[in-house]
T-cell receptor
């Protein structure tokens, strides 16, 4: 089955600086890679996703890059703000015309923004 | 916009008791997923249903069962509860005709004493 590794497990960044979180996956059939943000006591919230037919996607301060050959993808947050502090999970899945298979999550990164 | 609704939000049970968790997906979503998240861990897939039929199964104990009803809500039934079942249980739903993004509920925190 799919195995997703995520690094680092904790990350502290000065407010206004950038944060980068990296993930690798094992199953070359995976073609859908979402990133979720989880705040304390809440469910994971999708912040951005990328499909394997593109290499990069950006949404305001958040961007994701995908290297299918190397089987890794990264989350980039620029101009970090205190409200970005949370646990971030990457995930991998197989998407087909019949729907998504289960998400396999990375182990999470606890991001702390230092004011 | 409507979100995934889970009930109850918190549940306290004794060992060997049973528990039933409920999930109400976003309207017009046809797929429901259940995940278990232990303390400090990532969510682990348990089971999913597409159009009321089981579509995939993960590391779900035999003591657990789930189903999706005609109104698309789903229930996770857990019997002979063990201390190790204490976790957050999330339900997610998606629409296969609309990018199939999985949207998560706020979860049910189960504590087994």
């Amino acid at each position: 089955g799919e195995n997703v590794e995520q690094h680092p497990s904790t990350l502290s960044v000065q407010e206004g600086d950038s944060a980068v979180i990296k993930c690798t996956y094992s199953d070359s059939a995976s073609n859908y890679f979402p990133w979720y943000k989880q705040e304390l006591g809440k469910g994971p919230q999708l912040i951005i996703d990328i499909r394997s037919n593109v290499g990069e996607k950006k949404d305001q301060r958040i961007a994701v890059t995908l290297n299918k050959t190397a089987k890794h993808f990264s989350l980039h947050i620029t101009e970090t703000q205190p409200e970005d502090s949370a646990v971030y999970f990457c995930a991998a899945s197989i998407f087909s015309n019949f729907g998504n298979e289960k998400l396999t999550f990375g182990t999470g990164t606890r991001l702390t923004i230092i004011p | 916009a409507a979100g995934v609704i889970q009930s109850p939000r918190h549940l306290i049970k004794e060992k060997r008791e049973t528990a039933t968790l409920k999930c109400y997906p976003i309207p017009r979503h046809d797929t429901v997923y259940w995940y278990q998240q232990g303390p400090g861990q990532d969510p682990q897939f348990l089971i999913s249903f597409y159009e009321k039929m089981q579509s995939d199964k993960g590391s779900i104990p035999d003591r657990f069962s789930a189903q999706q009803f005609s109104d698309y809500h789903s229930e996770l039934n857990m019997s002979s509860l063990e201390l190790g079942d204490s976790a957050l249980y999330f339900c997610a739903s998606s629409n296969t005709q609309a990018r199939n993004i999985q949207y998560f509920g706020a979860g049910t925190r189960l504590s087994v004493l």
